[in-house]
């Protein structure tokens, strides 16, 4: 298994760039920032973002789902702006760097 570090940079696809607002691209890595805090369940090198909206009490949402398949590891976030927005992020560590990219870019 490969493990996730940090490398030296961070980069966004022009998908990324064009689709995700710029807040919300800092939030998401926040939330890798998080996860790579969290050392009770090592993460993986390939970290996979699922936004969708949904409308709960008459609410809009973005549901934002952090998930990983080795080892197994899957958190939820939501967010009351952004809510249009239905795209599937992965995040890869190249060791050397880790790119933020649209699952269709890949």
């Given at each position: 298994?490969?493990?996730f570090k940090?490398?030296?940079?961070?980069?966004?696809?022009?998908?990324?760039?064009?689709?995700?607002?710029?807040?919300?691209?800092?939030?998401?890595?926040?939330?890798?920032?998080?996860?790579?805090?969290?050392?009770?369940?090592?993460?993986?090198?390939?970290?996979?973002?699922?936004?969708?909206?949904?409308?709960?009490?008459?609410?809009k949402n973005?549901?934002?789902?952090?998930?990983?398949?080795?080892?197994?590891?899957?958190?939820?976030?939501?967010?009351?702006?952004?809510?249009?927005?239905?795209?599937?992020?992965?995040?890869?560590?190249?060791?050397?760097?880790?790119?933020?990219?649209?699952?269709?870019?890949?």
């Amino acid at each position: 298994m490969k493990v996730f570090k940090i490398g030296k940079g961070r980069f966004i696809t022009r998908g990324i760039r064009e689709n995700i607002p710029a807040v919300l691209v800092m939030y998401l890595w926040a939330l890798i920032d998080e996860r790579k805090a969290n050392k009770e369940v090592p993460m993986d090198y390939l970290q996979v973002l699922e936004l969708r909206p949904e409308i709960k009490d008459n609410e809009k949402n973005l549901i934002i789902t952090l998930r990983q398949e080795q080892p197994t590891y899957e958190e939820v976030h939501s967010l009351t702006k952004f809510v249009n927005i239905k795209e599937k992020i992965y995040v890869i560590d190249d060791i050397d760097y880790v790119t933020m990219m649209l699952a269709e870019e890949y």
